[in-house]
């Protein structure tokens, strides 16, 4: 850990702005990875992508307590982060209900629109549930405490793989193009973490105030993600189980992610 944080003020000098930059580069790569090993695995069982899915959001849902609610109460008191999670959780629901998109589970939402294409409308969904993650990391390395941002930064980019990956998988299911254009609309979708997690670096280093809502803001687009579509996504299926334990098992690689390396 000691070796990353070094490595990272090293190359950023220590200017917030490009720890956000470089932290979001990183995580936006681990979600291209997960995206291109469809590339290499045409078929996977539903059972094995609830199970990822799970993971996924166990090491969310692990993260937005120890990386963001807890740290932000410590900087600011519980007040202004419970804020912070209430307006974020807000946010996303706005966001659901007024931007149209399309999910595999309940169809199309938002304000319809005729010239929007299916493939684009799925988009634009996976692109709001990447919001919150690239913001999560950007108010991490903003909030000064590196260490845990770097932790949160790793627990991110290692749910982004499965994440990557299912994305661009469903999208060749659902009949969006072959291999490769499945791959390109994976990694299409998480690269609006870069620039969410420079604005959110930018944001709470310009205006400390805002650090412990910002906090809160983060791991309550996040939850609110984890309980609004991940949740349901694995459970349609029938394997309630399988992702239970998988998101146990993600709830357990943060925590072990956030005291080895914190």
Do not use: C
Request: aromatic letters at 8%.
């Amino acid at each position: 850990m000691n070796f990353l944080a070094d490595l990272f003020l090293k190359i950023s000098g220590g200017n917030i702005i490009l720890l956000g930059l470089y932290g979001g580069i990183v995580i936006t790569l681990l979600n291209m990875i997960g995206a291109l090993l469809v590339l290499f695995f045409t078929k996977v069982s539903q059972k094995l992508m609830d199970a990822m899915l799970g993971f996924a959001a166990g090491i969310m849902l692990a993260a937005s307590f120890t990386s963001l609610i807890l740290p932000g109460i410590e900087i600011g008191g519980v007040l202004p982060v419970l804020a912070g999670v209430l307006i974020g959780a807000f946010i996303m629901d706005l966001g659901d209900h007024l931007i149209p998109h399309m999910h595999f589970i309940k169809g199309k939402e938002g304000i319809k629109s005729e010239r929007l294409k299916a493939v684009w409308l799925f988009i634009i969904a996976i692109t709001l549930h990447n919001m919150p993650e690239g913001l999560a990391v950007g108010v991490g390395f903003g909030s000064g405490k590196l260490k845990e941002a770097i932790v949160l930064m790793m627990a991110i980019g290692i749910q982004n793989i499965p994440e990557g990956f299912s994305v661009a998988i469903s999208s060749m299911s659902a009949g969006f193009g072959k291999r490769f254009y499945a791959a390109v609309v994976g990694i299409r979708a998480g690269l609006v973490e870069i620039p969410l997690a420079i604005l959110g670096a930018w944001l709470v280093s310009v205006m400390k105030a805002v650090l412990p809502y910002a906090m809160g803001f983060a791991a309550g687009a996040m939850l609110y993600v984890i309980s609004d579509e991940i949740v349901p996504e694995t459970h349609r299926k029938g394997h309630e189980r399988l992702a239970t334990f998988g998101t146990i098992l993600g709830v357990v690689v943060m925590l072990y992610l956030d005291i080895a390396l914190g």
